[in-house]
């Protein structure tokens, strides 16, 4: 079955920086997009970045754009997100997604919190 397993999330203070992974399995990783989302408390999850299956195509929301980035490898099926400048609005749950076979996977997601 799909799973996916988010890890990285901490504390953190405004200026730094986290790496957050999804360690993917079930599923051909390689023929798969994957994508980040967040949810803060209070608000509607919300994409953060995706990536293309070789992951030479990338998208970002406005908000994380020049301060995150959305990687893969292919070989280890792991998917990650490196976030620099962290903001206290980044603060939320991350949660890793793929869509197979129709139906959209998620992760139990992680929580990122920048506080000083």
């Known amino acids: 079955q799909v799973q996916l397993v988010e890890s990285g999330g901490g504390l953190v203070q405004p200026g730094g920086s986290l790496r957050l992974s999804c360690a993917a399995s079930g599923f051909t990783f390689s023929n798969s997009p994957m994508s980040w989302y967040r949810q803060a408390p209070g608000k509607e999850r919300e994409l953060v970045a995706s990536i293309g299956s070789t992951g030479r195509a990338t998208n970002y929301a406005d908000s994380v754009k020049g301060r995150f980035t959305i990687s893969r490898d292919n070989t280890q099926n792991m998917v990650y997100l490196q976030m620099n400048s962290l903001k206290p609005d980044d603060t939320a749950v991350y949660y890793c997604?793929?869509?197979?076979?129709?139906?959209?996977?998620w992760g139990r997601g992680t929580q990122v919190t920048v506080s000083s």
């Open positions: 997604k793929v869509s197979s076979s129709g139906r959209n996977y």
